[in-house]
């Protein structure tokens, strides 16, 4: 039940203060977006692995990505058999635009809220988060 309130809120909080969306991506983009910026040295392996897909519907995504000027693709400098996936500057601002809440939108219920008040939102939502990287630390 708690779990139904939580999500009740979160999709409420969501819809009213996300930003407008300019680049028009799928879901499955976004979490590939997603899953580049949260980790480090990603590659279409690591990547396939992550997301269930097969190397080469990885590596078909990727390359959309890529022309699409959301992601580059470099040689590892370690190992040169293996491909680092990254975010451009475009990827990062289209990655904030689908997943953030808008800014301008938070500052302005911050404004009307009490200094307690506002920490103890962030307060709530720091311990979901680190609570969440504990126990489901491969997502």
């Known amino acids: 039940m ?6 009740k809120a979160w999709t409420d909080i969501y819809y009213n203060l996300h930003y407008n ?3 028009v991506l799928t879901h499955q983009n976004i979490r590939f977006l997603q899953t580049i910026n949260k980790n480090e040295d990603v590659t279409i392996h690591f990547l396939s692995k992550v997301m269930a897909l097969s190397h080469n519907t990885t590596s078909e995504h990727i390359q959309r990505l890529q022309k699409k000027g ?3 693709k470099k040689k590892n400098i370690k190992d040169e058999r293996q491909v680092i996936v990254s975010l ?19 500052n302005q219920i911050f404004e009307s809220l009490t200094i307690n008040e506002q920490d103890k939102i962030i307060d ?8 969440s ?5 491969d997502n």
């Open 88 to 106: 451009t500057t475009k990827g990062q601002d289209a990655l904030k635009q689908h997943t953030e809440l808008d800014e301008v939108k938070i």
């Open 70 to 72: 959301y992601v580059t």
């Open 21 to 23: 969306y300019k680049e």
């Open 133 to 137: 990287k504990k126990l489901f630390p």
């Open 124 to 131: 709530a939502f720091n311990t979901l988060g680190e609570i």
């Open 2 to 7: 708690k779990a139904q309130k939580l999500n």
